[in-house]
Nanobody
Framework: QVQLVESGGGLVQPGGSLRLSCAAS????????MAWYRQTPGKQRELVAG???????NYADSVKGRFTISRDNAKNTVYLQMNSLKPEDTAVYYC?????????WGQGTQVTVSS
């Protein structure tokens, strides 16, 4: 079993920054890809950003140029640096790991962008 523990969410004013972290622990096989998704009430969970083990990244159009995903393979940790935050970025953010042993999700962390 793999556990994903997220941290770094909170309340921030528009234009501000937050950094999310997600650490994988447990019976970890090779982690191929890690990603961040987000979800708001009544909407489907959507991909925010993903990063492969080799460092290739992809982003949702709505966050390009503002968010940066990175990872530390030795620590099985992925980060999401979020800058120039907007109210529409408000959501629960979920960490996702695609591993040789299966796909896992974190419990989610709330990000609220409001003045």
């Amino acid at each position: 079993q793999v556990q994903l523990v997220e941290s770094g969410g909170g309340l921030v004013q528009p234009g501000g920054s937050l950094r999310l972290s997600c650490a994988a622990s447990g019976s970890i096989f090779t982690v191929y890809r890690m990603a961040w998704y987000r979800q708001t009430p009544g909407k489907q969970r959507e991909l925010v950003a993903g990063i492969t083990r080799g460092g290739s990244t992809n982003y949702a159009d709505s966050v390009k140029g503002r968010f940066t995903i990175s990872r530390d393979n030795a620590k099985n940790t992925v980060y999401l640096q979020m800058n120039s935050l907007k109210p529409e970025d408000t959501a629960v953010y979920y960490c996702n790991a695609d591993t040789a042993g299966g796909v896992y999700w974190g419990q989610g962390t709330q990000v609220t962008v409001s003045s």
